[in-house]
């Protein structure tokens, strides 16, 4: 038997309205017996997220001050689905009871899981299914940390033996009973951690997007949808900020091979971006699935000579950065020369003093600093036959007379990582997204 994990997102559960769509959408396919809920999320772009209307009123609680306006936008939000659906649901009560627990030592963990809790109890009521708390099966240690492998065993434990049940994304507790929240968009990893402890066949993800983009819209008019993206290829394009999904919710279900499937549940007919390891059998595997990147780099470019022959002299550079805490977004060597990629934010604070430091420690011919440089992704495994989509990318800049700062293909061939000046970034994009 096929079970799909469904996670609908705080827009697919932001008012009867998409309670609605969502009940129609769980009909339409009896696989889709496990539900994540986030908390009801914006209605239109002013709109403010539930979870940010609970952070509203802890923060008040926590110095003492009123928080009943946070605490009645929260109970009319829900009083809203509630009266529309025709639900029967003791609202009053659970808000009396968030009251009691704010003006008395608030926890923000507890706070700002509400959201999701009472959410999930309502479309539990509306589906007719179990409600599932992950207070009891979504375990934390006492540092606040996901326990992963036991949270799969005790999730495992608690829905085999249920048809169907709607479990609460974002939190979970310790083992003395303390509610911990995971970092902001953690319904998605909830999600993954269901997937993965009951081990499903797919993980659908329903959000307000038709799946992952092949380039950023505001830069590229009606830019492709990607059909399949790997695990891997995901990663270097939320590296980029082209995120649809929590970091951390890929790591256990690519564990167990489990597919992500990215959906709209305002236009469900779409089919959405799957994430896979491998793709199924006949699809066409494209060397490149998109473009994305980011500005506010600079480059620090360090020349010796024989620096090729001398062993040490790059183990030395990445000291310094090491013992500065700077972490660095590329490192390049070539003969004579190694140049790092370095955030621009990050460099500023210590620019003077880490130029000191290198000269005084590798004392080297020639010290540059390149800024205001933007790094482009163009992100896809390639096989060594179709890496010659490179050097189109390549050829299309120079010929369009974007200069090229840096260009970095490693060896595994999942992405080639091009420097252009931050004033060509957008121009940098349209040329390669037309030249793939
Ligand atoms: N409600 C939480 C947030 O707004 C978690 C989630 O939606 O996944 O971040």
Known sequence: MRTIVAKFGGTSLAD???????REIIQADPDRRFIVASAPGKRCPEDVKVTDLL???????????????????????FGEIIEDLGL???????IQTLRAHLSDAPRLGYVLSRGEYLNSRLLAAYLGYTFVDPEWCVCFDEAGHLDGPMTRRTLGAALRPLQNAVIAGFYGADMAGNVHTMTRGGSDVTGSLVAAAIHASL???????????????????????VKYVS??????????????????????????????????TDRPQDA??????????????YPIVGVAGRKGMSVIQVEKVMVSDESGFTAIMLDILKNRQLPFEQCLTGIDTVTLVIRSDLLAPCKDELFNEIRQKLNPDYLG?????????????RDTESSDANVQVLQALAREGVPINTANQGAGKLNLLVGVPEDRYEDAIRIIYAAI
Do not use: Q
């Open 16 to 22: 009867a309205a998409h309670f609605r769509k969502v």
């Open 55 to 77: 952070l509203e009123c802890y923060e008040k609680a926590a110095t003492g001050e009123d928080f009943e306006v946070g605490l009645s936008a929260v109970g009319v939000r």
């Open 88 to 94: 029967d649901f003791p609202l009053a009560d659970e």
């Open 203 to 225: 993980y659908e993800n329903w959000t307000d997007v038709s799946g992952l983009l092949a380039a950023d819209p505001h830069i590229v008019p009606n830019p492709k949808t």
């Open 231 to 264: 695990y891997r290829e995901l990663r270097t394009l939320s590296y980029m900020g082209a995120s649809v999904l929590h970091t951390d919710a890929v790591l256990p279900v690519s564990d167990l091979d489990i597919p992500i499937n990215i959906r709209n």
């Open 272 to 285: 959405g971006t799957t994430i896979v390891r491998k793709l199924p059998r006949g699809e066409t595997k």
């Open 369 to 381: 600093l390149t800024e205001k440089l933007s790094m482009i992704a163009v992100i896809g495994e």
